[in-house]
């Protein structure tokens, strides 16, 4: 039974999974490990029964809380986007949400610390992911912008809610290197910029337009 609910079926089936890979494709995804987890992690888990047969259109859906699970374009253009400048080891990601994004990351990095606002979300992203036998994520509930100091330097972070200007604490807690990919800006005109620390400065390149909830302080 369990089995049957991972691998999906109709709807939620290996073909409807390839049909979304290909999409993904055709927009440019190039990354073969990234297609695979696209691939291969069950998006429908992470949605209400009621959504599952939606769960492999490349839309972001409703996940509770005003909060919507990420598009899997998005999901697959940011990872590709912080692993491009090689492997990242020590990651961290604010807005868990559902943890949908965590779970492709997941075995594509050696660790990923993860924090979500929303405590109810956080908790139902901890089961599933321990029902996916992903074991390299370290949770917590709290106010990302402020990153995770205990277990910075971080490689690489992903932020998937858009603050309007960039959190320095998170600048600051990359390592020389590290890669920081953040939508930043109000509704309706937020892009997607990567920051790469070096020696020296901070670079900065502007990936394109997105669409992201807002990132917001303090803890529900
Ligand atoms: N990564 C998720 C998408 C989550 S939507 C996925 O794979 O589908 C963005 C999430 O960011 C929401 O759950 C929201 O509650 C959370 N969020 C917003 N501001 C935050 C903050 N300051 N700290 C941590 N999480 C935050």
């Not at 992470?46 to 972001?60: H, I, M, N, P």
Request: with cysteine; charged share 25%.
């Amino acid at each position: 039974m369990a089995d049957t609910r991972l691998a999906g079926i109709g709807m939620t089936s290996a073909r409807t999974r390839d049909r979304l890979v290909q999409r993904l494709r055709d927009q440019g995804i190039s990354n073969l490990a990234v297609l695979d987890r696209i691939r291969n992690v069950p998006r429908h888990i992470f949605v209400d029964e009621a959504l599952g047969s939606r769960a492999y259109e490349d839309t972001a859906l409703p996940i509770g809380f005003g909060q919507t699970i990420s598009q899997p374009y998005i999901v697959a253009r940011m990872t590709e986007a912080l692993l491009q400048a090689g492997p990242a080891e020590n990651v961290l990601e604010v807005g868990t949400g559902c943890g949908y994004q965590t779970a492709v990351l997941s075995p594509l990095v050696a660790r990923i610390n993860t924090i979500e606002r929303i405590e109810p979300l956080l908790t139902r992203a901890r089961e599933r992911l321990r029902e996916l036998g992903l074991r390299n994520v370290r949770f917590r509930h709290g106010d990302g912008s402020l990153g995770w100091k205990a277990h910075a330097p971080f490689d690489g972070i992903l932020v998937a809610a858009a603050p309007l200007t960039v959190p320095e604490a998170l600048i600051q807690q990359l390592r020389v290197g590290g890669r920081l990919l953040v939508p930043v800006g109000p509704e309706g005109e937020q892009q997607l910029v990567r920051y790469t620390r070096k020696e020296q400065r901070v670079e900065r390149e502007v990936l394109g337009p997105v669409a992201f909830v807002p990132l917001l302080g303090g803890i529900a």
